[in-house]
């Protein structure tokens, strides 16, 4: 079946460091892609998507390209801050309507001063 | 703006209690669905709804129930609440055309003693 693997944490960074969150899939057909985030204490947030292949999805300074051939979606930001420190989920999606996502289990990222 | 809300923010139960969340969705959306997230597990999906009193079983759906009697909004129902069933739930909802990413709220953390 389909799935999602990212890597496991915690990522430990400080502030202005490169950040790469590494996200591969499994999926049969060409799947729709995610990076969701979820700060302490709240829900999860759509960070970017990329529906096809070579789709770049961008939102905040993070970045993240759909690469069908290594089936990988990973996450990168050029300098992070402090108040980037919060979970990052990769999730796929069948791309059929009333299918749920399949999400990554999670990275917990936490930016020091 | 998609707005999905859940009904408590907090929430502490006894062991055999019957427990309901709520959560309502103000986006016309199809689509609702109930995760719960439990530390390295990540998300894991109970239930979810693509029509008014349609539903399917998620990955989890053992000791849960779910109501869809209105679009708009979508309920999880425990029958006899067991302290294995402490964990963050979070409503999730989705349009059936799109891009098929899911919209969040803001998790009830349910602590059952």
């Known amino acids: 079946g389909n799935s999602v693997t990212q890597m496991e944490g915690p990522v430990t960074l400080s502030e202005e460091a490169f950040l790469t969150i590494n996200c591969t899939y499994t999926a049969t057909g060409y799947p729709s892609l995610f990076w969701y985030v979820q700060y302490p204490g709240e829900g999860l947030q759509l960070l970017l998507k990329?529906?096809?292949?070579?789709d770049k999805g961008s939102n905040k300074g993070f970045e993240a390209t759909y690469r069908k051939e290594t089936t990988s979606f990973h996450l990168e930001k050029g300098s992070v801050q402090v108040s980037d420190s919060a979970v990052y989920f990769c999730a796929l999606s069948e791309r059929q309507a009333g299918t749920a996502l399949i999400f990554g289990k999670g990275t917990t990222l936490s930016v020091s001063s | 703006d998609v707005k999905v809300t859940q009904s408590s923010r907090y929430l502490v139960k006894r062991t055999g209690e019957k427990v309901f969340l709520e959560c309502v969705q103000d986006m016309d959306h199809e689509n609702m669905f109930w995760y719960r997230q439990d530390p390295g597990l990540g998300l894991r999906l109970i239930y979810f709804s693509y029509d008014v009193k349609m539903k399917e079983k998620g990955d989890i759906p053992e000791g849960y129930s779910v109501s869809r009697e209105k679009k708009e909004r979508f309920s999880l129902i425990l029958e006899s609440a067991s302290t294995n069933q402490t964990s963050m739930y979070l409503c999730a909802s989705s349009p059936s055309v799109g891009g098929y990413e899911q919209y969040f709220g803001p998790g009830t953390r349910l602590t059952v003693t």
């Open positions: 990329a529906t096809k292949a070579d």
